[in-house]
């Protein structure tokens, strides 16, 4: 079992930049490959950014790629998403999830409760 909490998000400008952090509760983390997915009011939730269990094999989206870091801290049982150079369309609810495979489709094993990103223009 694995309890994910998102925080970091909230209310940027065009252009800004936000961490989110996704804090995970099982001392099992170390094995759980860990994925980002946002939500945007009225569209089905859409893959941003995934990591293995161990950091070597990173993949984002299209959509992200250039803008956003994902990176984890095994020690501290978190993984980070940095996002720069935010635009209006990253506006989404962020969720962080858990799987033992890694993928990139919404079908994680785990979820977070989300955090609320909005950027202004």
């Known amino acids: 079992q694995v309890q994910l909490v998102e925080s970091g998000g909230g209310l940027v400008q065009a252009g800004g930049s936000l961490r989110l952090s996704c804090a995970a509760s099982?001392?099992?983390?170390?094995?759980?490959?860990i994925g980002w997915f946002r939500q945007a009011p009225g569209k089905e939730r859409e893959f941003v950014a995934r990591?293995?269990?161990?950091?070597?094999?990173?993949y984002y989206a299209d959509s992200v790629k250039g803008r956003v870091t994902i990176s984890r801290d095994n020690v501290k049982n978190t993984v980070y998403l940095q996002m720069n150079s935010l635009k209006p369309e990253d506006t989404a609810v962020y969720y962080c999830?858990?799987?033992?495979?890694?993928?990139?489709?919404?079908?994680?094993?785990?979820w977070g409760q989300g955090t609320q990103v909005t950027v202004s223009s």
């Open positions: 999830a858990a799987d033992w495979i890694i993928k990139t489709t919404p079908d994680y094993e785990y």
């Open positions: 099982a001392r099992t983390f170390g094995s759980f490959y």
């Open positions: 990591i293995s269990w161990n950091g070597g094999r990173i």
